[in-house]
Nanobody, 123 residues
Framework: QVQLVESGGGLVQTGDSLLLSCRAS????????MAWFRRTPGKEREFVAA????????LYADSVKGRFTISRDNAKNIMYLDMNSLEVDDTALYYC????????????????WGQGTQVTVSS
């Protein structure tokens, strides 16, 4: 059984930082690409960042490029999202997502989703 458990969210102020973690189990984590998505009420889920199986290729949404860093520790089955210079518009429920591809796939190839961790940024 695939399990994806996010943690690290919280209530912060603009300019603050947070480190989100996604702990994975039930599959060979180090063989597959992973991603972070986020969602606010009334909106579609928004792509945030993705990382290939080995961690040497990454992709970021323009809105977070230069502020967020995605990484992974395959020995621990953990993916991270290091969030810096947080803005009010970053407020969302952040999801960890997997795929059956080793490299970053197209938009329709993301499979399992965690329950999310809430990030709230106040001014």
């Amino acid at each position: 059984q695939v399990q994806l458990v996010e943690s690290g969210g919280g209530l912060v102020q603009t300019g603050d930082s947070l480190l989100l973690s996604c702990r994975a189990s039930g599959f060979t984590f180090g063989s597959y690409a992973m991603a972070w998505f986020r969602r606010t009420p009334g909106k579609e889920r928004e792509f945030v960042a993705a990382i290939n199986w080995s961690g040497d290729e990454t992709l970021y949404a323009d809105s977070v490029k230069g502020r967020f860093t995605i990484s992974r520790d395959n020995a621990k089955n953990i993916m991270y999202l290091d969030m810096n210079s947080l803005e009010v518009d970053d407020t969302a429920l952040y999801y960890c997502v997997d795929t059956e591809r080793s490299f970053i796939p197209g938009p329709d190839e993301w499979r399992h989703w965690g329950q999310g961790t809430q990030v709230t940024v106040s001014s």
